[in-house]
């Protein structure tokens, strides 16, 4: 084979390469959450703001669309907290008992985070009679 064959071969190689390495480095994360009913995205770059998208299907193919996601939360009937929290790798840092709902505020590994009450939160997950909400950092609007 000759030198420059060799050498045009080896430059495309290295240029694939690197495209696939941009790529994996421009495209969004994981989802933070897995399964549920119905996946909302919360775009914007602050709360006054924020757009609510949500997909009944496809969430990650949603993401791919979606520009300044600031946030995310999924909507489940059924639901394990200390499992979900095994998940995540999360820890409940303080709750608050409402009428219709338990609400926890928690520090996980996930992407998102803002300050509550002087902590770092960013998973909040909502337990109501029927369903669960969980959302990152917050939840958003009302549920």
């Given at each position: 084979?000759?030198?420059?064959?060799?050498?045009?071969?080896?430059?495309?190689?290295?240029?694939?390469?690197?495209?696939?390495l941009a790529a994996a480095v421009?495209?969004?994360?994981?989802?933070?959450?897995?399964?549920?009913?119905?996946?909302?995205?919360?775009?914007?770059?602050?709360?006054?703001?924020?757009?609510?998208?949500?997909?009944?299907?496809?969430?990650?193919?949603?993401?791919?669309?979606?520009?300044?996601?600031?946030?995310?939360?999924?909507?489940?009937?059924?639901f394990d907290l200390d499992g979900?929290?095994?998940?995540?790798?999360?820890?409940?840092?303080?709750?608050?008992?409402?009428?219709?709902?338990?609400?926890?505020?928690?520090?996980?590994?996930?992407?998102?985070?803002?300050?509550?009450?002087?902590?770092?939160?960013?998973?909040?997950?909502?337990?109501?009679?029927?369903?669960?909400?969980?959302?990152?950092?917050?939840?958003?609007g009302g549920y």
């Amino acid at each position: 084979m000759k030198p420059e064959i060799r050498a045009v071969k080896i430059f495309i190689l290295l240029a694939l390469a690197a495209i696939m390495l941009a790529a994996a480095v421009a495209l969004p994360k994981r989802l933070c959450f897995e399964g549920g009913e119905a996946y909302t995205f919360y775009c914007g770059t602050s709360s006054a703001d924020c757009k609510e998208v949500t997909a009944q299907n496809n969430a990650a193919a949603v993401r791919l669309s979606l520009k300044n996601v600031c946030g995310e939360a999924v909507v489940y009937k059924s639901f394990d907290l200390d499992g979900f929290l095994k998940k995540v790798r999360g820890r409940v840092v303080f709750t608050e008992e409402l009428s219709d709902s338990v609400n926890y505020y928690c520090t996980a590994d996930l992407p998102y985070s803002v300050t509550v009450n002087g902590h770092r939160i960013n998973l909040h997950i909502c337990v109501r009679a029927d369903s669960v909400k969980a959302g990152s950092p917050i939840i958003f609007g009302g549920y």
